[in-house]
């Protein structure tokens, strides 16, 4: 019987292999520790048992450590995405009627409409709140500077 338990672990390891879950890996390791017990007693009711235990057990025991390798908290914003929340300044009026204005934000001139329509003139500093297509959507920060 320790056979058919050596078997059920390499398709187990090749299955996790296959995956990046890293839950099959727990089966594989519960199917080898029930291939020693089949080395002790024939009984496929305490080997199954061992098996599905041992499974089980390793899954719920190693959870929290695998949870801190597949953390999705510290995403790192890229591309357009990482303009959002940041300050600009309107370089050109911002008329969301129209869908006419422009921002400049870390060097970068960006095509800008107001949040909730709202108009925005030339020299306001603003915050970028979301991106939408190719647009920053922008409410302003209760200062005005003067370009000139």
């Not at 398709?11 to 890293?22: A, R």
């Not at 908290?73 to 008329?95: A, E, F, M, R």
């Not at 709202?118 to 209760?142: H, L, Y």
């Amino acid at each position: 019987m320790w056979q058919i338990w050596l078997i059920i672990a390499g398709i187990c390891l090749i299955i996790e292999i296959m995956t990046v879950g890293f839950l099959i890996f727990w089966f594989a390791i519960g199917a080898l520790l029930a291939m020693v017990t089949s080395l002790f007693t024939d009984n496929i009711i305490i080997q199954t048992t061992v098996f599905i235990l041992s499974s089980t057990i390793l899954i719920f025991a190693t959870k929290p450590f695998v949870q801190k390798f597949l953390s999705k908290k510290d995403t790192i914003k890229t591309n357009v995405y990482s303009i959002v929340g940041k300050t600009g300044i309107v370089i050109k009026d911002i008329d969301s009627v129209q869908s006419l204005g422009q921002v400049k934000v870390d060097g970068e001139v960006w095509s800008a409409i107001g949040l909730n329509d709202i108009n925005i003139a030339q020299g306001t500093e603003v915050e970028i709140r979301e991106i939408k297509g190719v647009k920053a959507i922008v409410s302003p920060i209760k200062k005005v500077l003067n370009l000139d």
